[in-house]
């Protein structure tokens, strides 16, 4: 089965009761969600799929969820929601999907990360001058070959495009960091592991170097992301992730 979490808020001085996550896209298998926390054992005791309560002081929670399809399907967006008794919870676009695939023999993925600051998955970048540095892996989990790293603040909605500059660079093996390609935000790397050489070259190091424009980028964690994908030469996306991204001219940023 796929398994994965569901994290969900809400205003912390409203109480909500009989809370649980469903699954709206159609689907033929078997779903369930548990909630679910690292500290407090008490909430994994729950059954699947049983609702649980939110008092009034608690922000948020996160709920456990899996899915075992009975059928093979082509990649399929599943959409979650979370439904309470005293109202439905207000779900966040893009924040509540996932890209969904079944098929008879593992197909290829990869899995991306990145980091920019100590405080979160978080962009920090000078109103004018300057800039700030990330730094990000990828693994190879059955893709083999090449792939391409492309950074951009555009999807295919029409949200507009940040008033930032994306420079990138590969890292070399062996090697700590890399002299960045300016205005380059695609890279092509290469997975493919050698069983002859000692290194790890399904495990891949990249920076990226993000310029202020002069124009300011208040911190909107929905809005102002930069979105990461691992697309192969023949446009299959094996890979993804996002980030925030504001400018130091924003107190909250």
């Known amino acids: ?65 899996s899915m075992q399809p009975n059928e093979t399907f082509p990649p399929t967006r599943m959409d979650l929601q979370v439904v309470c008794d005293n109202g439905e919870s207000q779900v966040l676009s ?17 899995v991306a990360t990145i980091l920019f600051s100590p405080i979160g998955n978080r962009a920090q970048v000078p109103l004018n001058t300057g800039n700030t540095n990330g730094f990000g892996a990828i693994r190879n989990v059955n893709v083999g070959g090449v792939v391409d790293l492309v950074i951009e603040s555009v999807l295919d909605d029409p949200r507009p495009t940040l008033p930032v500059a994306i420079d990138t660079c590969i890292i070399p093996i062996g090697a700590t960091s890399c002299a960045v390609d300016r ?58 992730s996002s980030f925030a991204v504001c400018t130091t001219d924003n107190a909250n940023c």
């Open 94 to 110: 893009e924040f509540n999907t996932l890209l969904l695939t079944s098929e008879a023999a593992p197909g290829p993925r990869a």
């Open 183 to 240: 205005d380059v935000n695609r890279q092509t790397i290469d997975l493919t592991d050698d069983p002859g050489t000692p290194e790890d070259e399904s495990l891949r190091s990249f920076r990226v170097r993000l310029r202020g424009q002069g124009q300011s980028i208040p911190l909107n964690i929905l809005q102002n992301r930069l979105y990461m994908r691992l697309e192969r030469p023949d446009g299959a996306i094996v890979g993804a």
């Open 1 to 65: 089965p796929m398994t994965g979490f569901f994290n969900i808020g809400h205003r912390p001085n409203t109480a909500m009761t009989g809370c649980r996550v469903e699954l709206v896209t159609p689907f033929n298998g078997t779903f369930f969600a548990q909630p679910f926390s690292w500290w407090d054992t008490g909430r994994n005791l729950l059954q699947p799929n049983e609702p649980m309560d939110l008092p009034s002081g608690v922000s948020g929670q996160t709920w456990f969820f």
